[in-house]
């Protein structure tokens, strides 16, 4: 069986996220996903709309997602991938090149981000009051 991980948010859950988590199914037989906890986001400067069990709810619900577990810290992704006997790390092409000592252990795969949506894009519309129109 080959294993695949990701981390992420997951914050205002958005079609961006759903898209990857897919592709990063697409590369394995089964996906393990690490929901960045609220004290780690806030390392990272990130305050959270929703509260990390949350997320990893909504996470966890995903037809892609064969487990979820909490990451909270960096360190915790070389940790994971050697708990997990993991052959491929995911994460979006916007984290291009920084995860690439890791490919001393897995494949190490950057996927594109959905064009035109961001978790930030979303919060800064919701704070000037204004949402996107549904086609």
Same mark, same amino acid.
């Given at each position: 069986?080959?294993?695949?991980? *990701?981390?992420?948010?997951?914050?205002?859950?958005?079609?961006?996220?759903?898209?990857?988590?897919?592709?990063?199914?697409?590369?394995?037989?089964?996906?393990?996903?690490?929901?960045?906890?609220?004290?780690?986001?806030?390392?990272?400067?990130?305050?959270?709309?929703?509260?990390?069990?949350?997320?990893? %709810?909504?996470?966890?619900? #995903?037809?892609?997602?064969?487990?979820?577990?909490? %990451?909270?810290?960096?360190?915790?992704?070389?940790?994971? #991938?050697?708990?997990?006997? #993991?052959?491929?790390?995911?994460?979006?092409?916007?984290? %291009?090149?920084?995860?690439? %000592?890791?490919?001393?252990?897995?494949?190490?795969?950057?996927?594109?981000? *959905?064009?035109?949506?961001?978790?930030?894009?979303?919060?800064?519309?919701?704070?000037?009051?204004?949402?996107?129109?549904?086609?």
């Amino acid at each position: 069986m080959k294993k695949v991980i *990701t981390y992420g948010t997951f914050d205002l859950f958005h079609i961006g996220h759903l898209n990857i988590l897919k592709r990063a199914k697409e590369l394995g037989d089964y996906l393990i996903v690490g929901v960045s906890s609220d004290d780690f986001n806030l390392e990272k400067g990130k305050v959270c709309m929703i509260p990390d069990y949350e997320r990893m %709810e909504i996470v966890s619900a #995903i037809k892609y997602v064969d487990e979820v577990i909490l %990451e909270t810290s960096w360190d915790q992704k070389k940790e994971d #991938i050697l708990r997990y006997q #993991i052959d491929t790390f995911v994460m979006g092409d916007d984290w %291009e090149g920084k995860f690439d %000592e890791l490919k001393e252990y897995c494949d190490v795969v950057y996927l594109p981000r *959905t064009e035109g949506i961001s978790t930030t894009d979303i919060k800064d519309q919701i704070q000037k009051g204004k949402t996107k129109t549904l086609k």
